[in-house]
């Protein structure tokens, strides 16, 4: 099995794109974590302005949790897609069930009502959570990841700074104002089931389909 590191490619204008990963286990189609610890917990903030426990608030529920930001140009939207395209391809049941929770790692420029709007983009459903540059850092600590870093900044189109030209296979996306530095960060999401463990993750290019294939699991609390 591959370390948890070596599965997770950062995003940056120079990031290249990220490819599938290979079934690690029986039941699930993602990939087996290094370390699956149970639910973790971090306190952060909404797109309301209410503190957000993440422990608290999903427990006991399946959810999906992904870091980025905004203006990333390819993975972020992706991933948000794909989680917004297997929740279509799921049951009314799973739907209800599922929460999925996007955690900004550029909170300097993410406020969030601009949180609130691009994340409305996939899923008016979705969390957004925001917080200090330290609060931020620290969630991701808790995850297991290194915290995000400025990288150089997206190439847009000419005349047009919030607009660049996308890496094949991106997801369709509106960014909300001039793209500027990119953020380097971990492009997985993380996925934990109703008995509050984190069976498997999906690093960026996992099939939608495979994730749908996966929520009843996570419905029922399935072990890997």
Not at 76 to 84: L, Q, S, V
Request: hydrophobic residues 40%; charged residues 20%.
């Amino acid at each position: 099995m591959l370390p948890l590191t070596a599965l997770l490619a950062g995003c940056s204008a120079a990031a290249p794109a990220a490819t599938g990963p290979a079934s690690t286990t029986a039941a699930f189609h993602g990939t087996e974590p290094d370390r699956a610890g149970p639910r973790p917990s971090f306190q952060l903030t909404d797109t309301s302005g209410a503190a957000y426990d993440f422990g608290v608030k999903t427990r006991g529920r399946p959810t999906l949790l992904y870091f980025g930001y905004t203006n990333c140009p390819d993975e972020c939207p992706t991933a948000m897609a794909d989680i917004a395209a297997a929740l279509r391809q799921s049951s009314r049941d799973v739907r209800e069930r599922v929460v999925v929770v996007f955690v900004t790692t550029d909170p300097e420029r993410d406020d969030p009502a601009l949180l609130r709007r691009w994340l409305d983009q996939f899923s008016t459903d979705a969390v957004g959570l925001t917080g200090t540059t330290a609060e931020v850092a620290a969630a991701q600590r808790t995850m297991g990841i290194a915290p995000a870093g400025r990288s150089e900044g997206v190439a847009t189109l000419p005349g047009r700074p919030d607009e660049h030209e996308h890496a094949p296979g991106t997801a369709p996306h509106t960014h909300l104002g001039p793209l500027g530095y990119g953020v380097e960060h971990r492009d997985v999401i993380f996925a934990f089931d109703t008995a509050d463990r984190q069976p498997v993750l999906y690093p960026g290019g996992t099939r939608p389909s495979d994730i749908a294939a996966d929520l009843p699991l996570l419905v029922q609390g399935v072990a890997s």
